[in-house]
């Protein structure tokens, strides 16, 4: 890495910073040390360029936000192109596959995933960024060619949202008190929770350390989806079987 100040081997000076290239800095830099360390004189300093450079691509700590939800969801996309059904796949099996790009994105940037739950309750929805609108958008068309109405298309899509965000924000890691120690109940943090107070806790903690991430997140996923509405093409195509 070169130096802050934008030396002679800096990104700006070799004509190749770019948006990607920042944010891509952004989301390695907060994968790494969290979300605290993120600012536009730090970012600066991981790609070697003066602050100011940098307004040029992210005109300020608020925009780098939205640029971090951007990356993301970006991400997400990349996933899904990469693993591209044909449209006539059944709805439920394409919801599956988004939730799964999604829960690998999640567990990639961890530190990224309260943001992409709060932050778009901050933006109206026409300046979100454009990979939160395409993801969107999929998804209701998905649910469109189903052939639900507009009303429970909405319907189905906001629960498919809540679900995932909801249940990757409730992680395992959640419960880890100390990554290093090898013992189970001090790495768990159980011995900070006094057994009369909080038996039920003692005893269930071990478990959510345990579960299958994505296992939970699909069982619940199908569970939710046989208590929506039936598809008015299910039978079309298959059944919506996942």
């Known amino acids: 890495m070169v130096e ?5 081997d800096g990104p700006e000076k070799r004509g190749r910073l770019s948006r990607p290239l920042v944010l891509g800095a952004a989301v390695a830099l907060v994968d790494r040390e969290g979300m605290a360390a993120l600012t536009m004189r730090r970012l600066a300093g991981e790609l070697g360029v003066e602050s100011m450079a940098l307004y040029r691509y992210t005109p300020g700590k608020e925009a780098l936000l939205d640029g971090l939800i951007e990356a993301f969801f970006a991400e997400v996309n990349d996933q899904l192109r ?30 990224i995933l309260p943001l992409v739950a709060t932050r778009p309750l901050t933006v109206p929805v026409a300046r979100r960024p454009a990979p939160v609108l395409d ?24 629960a498919f949202v809540a679900w995932n965000l909801g249940c990757l924000l409730v992680d395992k890691r959640q419960v880890v008190d100390n990554q290093d120690e090898p013992d189970p109940v001090l790495r768990l943090g159980l011995h900070r929770l006094p057994a009369a ?26 569970s939710l989806l046989d208590r929506m509405p039936r598809a008015p093409l299910d039978a079309f195509y298959g059944g919506g079987a996942s």
């Open 4 to 8: 802050q100040g934008g030396g002679g």
């Open 82 to 111: 990469r693993s591209a059904q044909t449209p006539e796949a059944a709805w439920r099996a394409e919801l599956r596959r988004i939730a799964r790009a999604f829960a690998a994105v999640a567990h990639a940037h961890p530190e």
């Open 135 to 158: 993801l969107t958008e999929h998804i209701l068309a998905v649910l469109g060619r189903a052939g639900f109405d507009d009303s429970t298309a909405l319907t189905v899509y906001r």
């Open 197 to 222: 107070d909080y038996p039920r806790l003692r005893a269930l903690v071990p478990r959510f350390a345990d579960f299958d991430d994505e296992a939970e997140l699909l069982a619940g996923l199908d």
